[in-house]
Nanobody
Framework: QVQLVESGGGLVQAGGSLRLSCAAS????????MAWYRQAPGKQRELVAS???????NVADSVKGRFTISRDNAKNKMDLQMNSLKPEDTAVYYC????????????????WGQGTQVTVSS
């Protein structure tokens, strides 16, 4: 079994910064794509940023220039540096990972973290 745990959320004023982390644990052979999603109240979950195993990253237009995604393959960890935060960034942020486990190496499964709340006050 694989677990994803997010940390780093909280309350911040507009213009401030937060750094989210996602740590994966369990019987992991390899983590392929990783991503951050967010879901605001009453809205659908949306992709914020993604990164491949090789480090190729993409971020949504709404956060481009403000958010940076990174990962450490040796530590099975991913971060999201969020700068110049806006009230509209308020949401629950979820970590997602496509994982090949040690038990079923040929199969890639989707895993999700429990989410971490980010609240940006105006």
């Amino acid at each position: 079994q694989v677990q994803l745990v997010e940390s780093g959320g909280g309350l911040v004023q507009a213009g401030g910064s937060l750094r989210l982390s996602c740590a994966a644990s369990g019987r992991i052979f390899r983590i392929n794509d990783m991503a951050w999603y967010r879901q605001a109240p009453g809205k659908q979950r949306e992709l914020v940023a993604s990164i491949t195993y090789g480090g190729s990253a993409n971020v949504a237009d709404s956060v481009k220039g403000r958010f940076t995604i990174s990962r450490d393959n040796a530590k099975n960890k991913m971060d999201l540096q969020m700068n110049s935060l806006k009230p509209e960034d308020t949401a629950v942020y979820y970590c997602n990972a496509k994982v090949q486990s040690e038990v079923l190496v040929l199969i890639t499964r989707d895993y999700w973290g429990q989410g971490t709340q980010v609240t940006v006050s105006s």
